[in-house]
């Protein structure tokens, strides 16, 4: 039996698709290793949305083969269908799988276990030292599925990727290229895996995909994600589902209108925002401006005053000014978001931005960044202290070997990390009492008689 190891990379999307590769695995009759260094072969997963996330992934793969030499390395993902060559020649890759050809890795496996030196498939491109699989993504019609990541990847809140692709051009985004068109998988797929996992006893399943929500315009008949949401509800058991991200032009009144109307789906908004100047929105192609956006938060403020709102910010777009940062950060300072994600920008080839003029020195992209942190610090700790006093419902995580051994951790619905001071096992739903923060924490004092009989089973 081949023994395997995945080192995953980026984004939720990434780490789903590695998750269906684990699962055709094992389906194969594979083994997972204890840890990388017992593994014959190992995957890795990689991600290309920055120049550092390429450098990540290149000092995995010297690290790896430095470490056990005789282990064959598989490069997949985003940056194995952007540049395979760079991949190819370092030493120790066996082989380079772009994502437009992921799915033949299970076949794979088997004939570098048997044959290594000649392997049995369908017939690679020779670049350097490393063969390559890769072709046009835009023919890639299928969607991995992921549907199990409790069980196989130690999670407790399972990802399942019901979108993959792109058919938006943001001028600074790689991604559609490296991830093909925006297609779906079929209604009926999506609800048996979400029932499967449902059965399985996980209590939230998390909703991804690379533009969520245009889930459902290739298929046919056309399928909104709103209605998709209600199909899951009406069709599933699962207690709460929450969705990932979605774009700004996503966030409608009939989605929010849903949100606030069930308690299964958790109030929870991640929505790009990238820049609060519509100079550089326009500059980057997103398809809306600042004023299109903050009517999108108030929308979900006014049904949802408790929701959390995330966005991602990009820091140092070419051609940015001081005044359009200073926008971004009033823009967010005036408004009720609850977290940020922010990215520096870094250039992608290939993409349109990459070839603009006005590019920002490094040293004041690293300033604009450490600003745009410190404000969403700012923002979430002020959306902590708002929820003091109010009594959720969390769930409870899988114990870190890190952890307080005296508390355990636990997340709401929207979005906030809580612990309570007591052993509990993993993946229950308990009602707490948010008593006082601690540093990014709530302290939540569970409520009788739910608490006791948690209690007893650990």
């Not at 392997?119 to 299928?142: C, K, M, R």
């Not at 870094?346 to 410190?374: D, M, Q």
């Not at 809580?418 to 939540?444: F, R, S």
Request: hydrophobic share 40%; charged share 20%.
């Amino acid at each position: 039996m081949t023994t395997f190891h995945i080192e995953q990379f980026g984004c939720r999307a990434t780490q789903a698709d590695g998750a269906a590769i684990e699962r055709q695995f094992r389906e194969q009759g594979c083994v997972a290793a204890g840890d990388p260094a017992s593994a014959e072969v190992i995957v890795l997963n990689t991600c290309t949305v920055t120049a550092a996330a390429d450098a990540q992934a290149r000092d995995a793969i010297r690290k790896i083969h430095a470490a056990n030499p005789a282990t064959r390395i598989i490069v997949t993902g985003c940056y194995a269908q952007r540049a395979p060559e760079e991949l190819a020649s370092l030493p120790g890759v066996t082989f380079v799988v772009g994502n437009s050809h992921k799915p033949q890795i299970p076949r794979l496996l088997h004939s570098i276990a048997t044959a290594p030196a000649s392997p049995q498939i369908e017939a690679p491109i020779p670049y350097h030292t490393a063969p390559v699989l890769n072709g046009d993504i835009f023919a890639q019609s299928e969607v991995l599925v992921a549907p199990v990541l409790g069980g196989e990847g130690n999670h407790t809140r399972p990802t399942l990727k019901i979108q993959d692709g792109c058919d938006l051009r943001c001028s600074f985004c790689v991604i559609p290229f490296v991830r093909g068109k925006s297609r779906s998988l079929p209604v009926a797929t999506v609800l048996s895996e979400i029932q499967r996992l449902a059965d399985s006893g996980f209590r939230e399943i998390v909703l991804s995909g690379i533009n969520l929500g245009t889930y459902g315009r290739d298929l046919s008949p056309r399928v909104e994600f709103f209605d998709l949401l209600r199909r899951i509800l009406a069709d599933t058991s699962v207690e709460r589902l929450r969705v990932s991200s979605i774009e700004p032009l996503d966030v409608t009144k009939d989605l929010v209108d849903l949100i606030a109307s069930s308690d299964r789906i958790a109030p929870h908004f991640h929505v790009p925002l990238q820049s609060a100047s519509d100079r550089i929105l326009a500059a980057m192609h997103r398809w809306y401006r600042a004023e299109h956006y903050s009517r999108r938060v108030e929308l979900i403020r006014e049904q949802l005053p408790h929701a959390a709102i995330g966005a991602d910010v990009i820091a140092g777009f070419p051609g940015e000014t001081e005044a359009d940062h200073e926008s971004t950060l009033r823009f967010i300072e005036e408004r009720p978001f609850t977290y940020l994600h922010v990215f520096s920008y870094s250039a992608r080839p290939g993409t349109k931005a990459a070839s603009l003029a006005g590019r920002i020195p490094g040293h004041v992209i690293k300033r604009r960044a450490r600003e745009l942190r410190a404000l969403g610090d700012a923002k979430s700790e002020e959306f902590r202290r708002s929820q003091i006093g109010r009594t959720l419902r969390v769930l409870t995580l899988r114990r870190d070997p890190n952890d307080d051994p005296s508390r355990t951790s636990a997340l709401s619905g929207n979005y906030l990390s809580v612990v309570v001071c007591e052993i509990l096992p993993p993946n229950q739903m308990l009602t707490v009492t948010l008593n006082h923060a601690d540093g990014k924490n709530l302290v939540g004092l569970p409520l009788e008689p739910e608490f006791a009989q948690l209690a007893e089973a650990v």
